[in-house]
């Protein structure tokens, strides 16, 4: 199965995420989100790390004191929850533009029947 190209910053939403659920190590999160998207997507262990110590520093996460070995983990902050209702209004937008770019790409490509599909599941996304 082809793993897909991810734009920057769907890392950090998908942290916040499932950081919001329950906590996690770092590799819990890589295999939660392999999970969440049926292996389409694995993020390597240094983007994740890198990451983590990102939304640390931002405050948008905490790390929880370890209870065995060394293992960390870390779970959503009050920051961070902000920081993720504001990024899953902006991935909606996100969405629709990115459909409305694959309608024209069908349309280029001459496929009518697809762009008229993409553009109602656009239209569906926003609302009436």
């Known amino acids: 199965m082809p793993v897909i190209s991810v734009p920057k910053g769907v890392l950090r939403l998908a942290?916040?995420?499932m950081l919001s659920e329950s906590s996690l190590s770092?590799?819990?999160?890589?295999?939660?989100?392999?999970?969440?998207?049926?292996g389409e997507w694995s993020p390597g262990p240094g983007s994740i790390y890198l990451m983590l110590g990102e939304l640390r520093k931002k405050g948008l996460i905490n790390e929880l004191p370890k209870r065995e070995g060394n293992v960390r983990r870390y779970i959503i902050s009050g920051r961070g929850?902000?920081?993720?209702?504001?990024?899953?209004?902006?991935t909606e937008s996100d969405v629709v533009r990115q459909l409305k770019l694959l309608a024209v790409y069908s349309s280029l490509a001459g496929r009518s029947a697809l762009r008229a599909k993409i553009s109602e599941l656009a239209a569906s996304v926003t609302g009436p």
């Open 15 to 17: 942290a916040l995420k």
């Open 26 to 38: 770092g590799t819990d999160l890589a295999k939660q989100i392999s999970r969440a998207t049926s």
């Open 81 to 90: 929850k902000e920081e993720l209702s504001r990024l899953t209004k902006e």
